[in-house]
């Protein structure tokens, strides 16, 4: 892209101090141009950082954050903060297998401070940096950018008590959009008698400064913190943030300016999505709008595949209830929504009290089902012990995006719930192999295991067909099934990695090694019956798993092996003890363990010994 040379001959953002204000507008429609045609091609968070250039711009006018520290909330608003110091060049390589990150990266760039990925973080750490700058007597700004979808998580609110009492020299801006992935979830903005908002988005700033009401609750909230406001602004308006930076920037308390934006500014369909389709997508039509799909036509995101099934069920069960802490969007619950509006809560970025909500909801008699990113669970883990798991509470938790989560990287990868999951007494763990088995095990878990406690109910990321099944099958609780038949050697998986396990297999046919393999879709508890069986047949045990392999399923089976004292050879193929950036998924099961050729040469070795 030879039109935007001039951007990626940028080292550091130090030569916009030179520029004019109108100078600095060409240079945030160059840079919204630029995000346009690359992100067309390679896909990322589009409209969060088409909704923030000219606030990046001009934080990068008014502070020197090679010594002043920027902290971006949740970090995937962060791709013109990458331009400005010096990474536009890598943009063909963003979100790709050793490429640049979608998220703030501190081995990427110094002006990296703080690395986030998931939401709410950012006013604790600014804290800490303001305290750390005391203590040393430095006199560099502290700026966290925060979106009122991060304000919607208890972190955020316990930082800012925290910072309101501290009352150390920082700055928070509060970038409104009205929107996290899709529509806010914010009791702070008044509502209407028909529960919409009293304003309306295309004039919301001047809305804001003519209804009192609505701006003096806004401002009334953070002066109760301790904390100085200004605002609102127009947060695409150069000038007037440069004048207001300015302004607080020599205030010696926390501050906040609340600054309006347009999220996906620059393209017509994202600046109209109320739903979060243009939040994180795969490349699309730039000169269209629209997205290109990848997707077979018949084949639905796995997420639509559970979702589907649970508003089959609900037709019938009145008693089912879908929450989620801020994903209707992304765990495909929008058509639940509009079909049972009352029967869907959205609690906002909040998964530790959509957990407590959910486990009440249960005890109420209702049929909740929480449904929750597998590396978002991980915010609600002493409410699934305290709360749900320690009072036998039996309810569904849904765990979606289970396995590498590929351009999002190692803080979403969904890898880590059956190793902290496993030991809790009164949960059980499932992984359906497909969609058929997907729909009889969901109908299993809210009908057939109510005396079982927790089911956290797995499924990955990525698309499946879907053909809705004419009627249930039972399934036994705690059951296994064999795939294929084999006395050399068992596998022993679930989930997608049944489709690793033949793959390996076939390539084996010409070694002549006869592998059995083992459907696990129990996780915990195990089929003890099988396992004593293909124990006792003294074959050696392979286990493979797309999750942490400390404390995850083939833990779970060394465990068994020494309590009943087998000696079979067991070999664990699971995610090695690290973290891993972003990429393809076969690239990201080459380098952590899983890799088929790997675990094709391992199961030579193993069959010919036996």
């Known amino acids: 892209m030879k039109k935007f040379d001039h951007l990626y001959r940028i080292n550091n953002p130090s030569f916009l101090k030179k520029l004019s204000i109108d100078e600095l507008y060409l240079l945030s429609d160059q840079i919204r141009d630029f995000l346009i045609e690359s992100l067309s091609s390679t896909g990322g968070h589009v409209s969060s950082n088409l909704g923030v250039i000219e606030l990046t711009i001009a934080l990068h006018y008014i502070f ?25 060049k890598f943009f063909n390589s963003l979100r790709k297998f050793n490429g640049l990150s979608g998220f703030p990266r501190r081995s990427e760039s110094n002006f990296d401070v703080w690395e986030t990925g998931h939401s709410s973080t950012s006013l604790s750490a600014a804290l800490a940096f303001a305290v750390s700058r005391d203590f040393k007597n430095t006199s560099e700004n502290i700026v966290s950018v925060i979106g009122d979808g991060a304000l919607t998580g208890g972190m955020a609110l316990e930082a800012l008590n925290n910072i309101g009492y501290e009352q150390r020299k920082l700055i928070i801006i509060l970038n409104d959009n009205q929107m ?52 609102p602004i127009d947060g695409h308006n150069i000038k007037s943030l440069i004048n207001n930076l300015t302004e607080i920037k020599n205030i010696s308390k926390p501050c906040v300016l609340h600054i309006i934006t347009k999220k996906g500014k620059g393209i017509h369909n994202a600046e109209n999505d109320a739903v979060g389709s243009w939040h994180g997508i795969g490349p699309f039509d730039k000169s269209t709008g629209l997205k290109i799909k990848s997707k077979k036509q018949n084949h639905r995101a796995w997420g639509a595949v559970i979702s589907e099934t649970v508003e089959h069920l609900a037709k019938k069960d009145k008693n089912i209830i879908c929450i989620t802490p801020a994903m209707t969007k992304g765990s495909k619950l929008e058509f639940f929504k509009n079909k049972f509006p009352n029967r869907t809560f959205d609690v906002g970025i909040a998964e530790q009290h959509g957990a407590t909500f959910s486990a009440a909801l249960a005890l109420s008699k209702l049929k909740p089902i929480f449904f929750v990113y597998s590396t978002f669970l991980q915010r609600a883990y002493d409410q699934i012990i305290h709360d749900i798991a320690r009072q036998n509470i039996n309810m569904v938790i849904a765990i979606d995006k289970c396995g590498f989560a590929t351009g999002d990287g190692d803080t979403h990868h969904g890898i880590y719930d059956i190793s902290f999951l496993r030991p809790i007494p009164n949960i059980s763990i499932v992984m359906p192999k497909d969609q058929i088995e997907a729909q009889h095990l969901l109908h299993n878990c809210l009908y057939n295991y109510e005396d079982k406690g927790i089911i956290s109910y797995r499924y990955p990321r990525g698309y499946s067909e879907l053909t809705h099944v004419p009627h249930f099958k039972n399934i036994r609780f705690g059951s296994w099934t064999v795939e294929k038949e084999g006395n050399d050697l068992a596998i022993l998986t679930f989930g997608p990695m049944l489709d690793i396990a033949h793959e390996i297999c076939n390539s084996l046919k010409s070694e002549n090694i006869n592998i059995k393999i083992v459907n696990a879709r129990f996780i915990k508890p195990m089929d003890e019956d099988m396992l004593h069986e293909i124990f006792k047949s003294n074959v050696p045990i392979v286990t493979i798993e797309e999750a942490c392999k400390i404390g995850g399923f083939g ?20 995610i090695e003890n690290n973290f891993f950036h972003h990429g393809d998924t076969n690239s990201l099961r080459k380098i952590s363990g899983l890799d088929p050729e790997l675990i094709v040469n391992k199961i030579k070795s193993l069959a010919y010994i036996h």
């Open 555 to 574: 833990s779970g089976i060394c465990e068994f092996a020494i309590k009943h004292k087998y000696k079979n050879d067991i070999e664990i193929f699971g």
């Open 64 to 88: 020197n954050f090679e010594k002043d520290k920027l902290i971006f909330d949740v970090g995937h608003q962060c791709y013109a903060h990458k331009i400005l110091t010096g990474r536009a």
């Open 180 to 231: 996290s992935i899709s529509k806010n979830i914010c009791a702070i903005i008044p509502k209407n008698s028909n529960n919409k908002d009293i304003y309306d988005s295309s004039s919301y700033i001047s809305n804001l400064k003519k209804n009192e009401s609505i701006n003096y609750s806004i401002k009334n909230f953070f002066q109760s913190m301790n904390l100085h406001y200004s605002g």
